[in-house]
């Protein structure tokens, strides 16, 4: 939604809204009787409005404010990939860090899927397989197929295929699947560009990073869409009691405006 469409929709609201005031100026015509009346159409007004032209607006607040933080930031945020290892990983991370706006590449860890071993291998595995590769710096066994292994920033590819042949030697383990995890540091103004490319071959579980932080809290501050259209509604009400109240309003005003004057001489 561009600007234009935003200011022409809110614009579209205060219209409504004013046919709810100056429907209720016409009180002393039609009576005060039908006070239910006016209040009934300024809600009814103020939903409509609310669900036809400042919802929409809201549920697109979050992409316009990324839009424009990500095309004005000048800091770096974080992008969390998982890349399978069915792909030439070495050949993926030396391209990812080509890519124009990629300031850094890291490898985060590895998860492996392998068939079920024993509780007897489970609690002698860790220690095992640090021992067998020395870019395995650390293993964490999840389950009794899943481990979760950190490695330096050596070659992974090999990493990964040495490992297999250790666990089939050893134990009989057969490596179902096993995903890379890497974080991408990257220039925001870049970030949706890079994303895109990156994600061809791999998958975006997280962003982090200042830009998206403030986004995340204009997502937090945005109330849910019944509940904006509700005030809307509200916002007719009191629209329909200032048209209806205009007159008394307007003399406590100037009486408060008379007694200060009065003060100061």
Not at 175 to 185: A, M
């Amino acid at each position: 939604m561009d600007t234009i469409t935003v200011i022409i929709m809110i614009a579209m609201f205060i219209l409504l809204m004013a046919f709810v005031f100056s429907t209720a100026l016409l009180t002393p015509i039609i009576g005060k009787k039908n006070l239910f009346l006016v209040l009934s159409l300024g809600f009814i007004v103020g939903i409509v409005g609310g669900a036809f032209f400042i919802s929409p607006i809201f549920d697109d607040l979050p992409v316009l404010a990324s839009s424009f933080y990500i095309s004005t930031s000048k800091d770096l945020e974080t992008v969390y990939v998982d890349v399978s290892t069915n792909i030439d990983i070495n050949q993926y991370i030396e391209k990812t860090r080509n890519i124009e706006g990629v300031e850094k590449v890291e490898i985060t860890g590895i998860t492996v899927k392998t068939t079920q071993f024993s509780p007897r291998w489970q609690s002698r595995l860790k220690n095992r397989i640090i021992s067998s590769n020395k870019d395995i710096k650390n293993v964490e066994i999840l389950s009794n197929d899943t481990l979760k292994i950190q490695i330096d920033q050596s070659n992974p590819q090999e990493v990964i295929e040495k490992l297999e042949d250790w666990l089939m030697l050893v134990g009989a383990i057969d490596v179902k699947y096993s995903t890379i995890h890497l974080t991408l540091k990257v220039e925001t103004s870049k970030m949706n560009s890079i994303i895109d490319q990156v994600s061809k071959e791999a998958v975006v579980v997280d962003i982090k990073g200042p830009t998206q932080d403030k986004i995340n809290s204009i997502k937090a501050m945005i109330p849910e869409r019944n509940n904006l259209i509700l005030i809307c509604g509200f916002i007719g009400v009191l629209t329909g009691l200032t048209g209806l109240f205009i007159d008394s309003i307007l003399g406590i005003m100037s009486n408060i405006k008379e007694k200060m004057l009065n003060k100061k001489e």
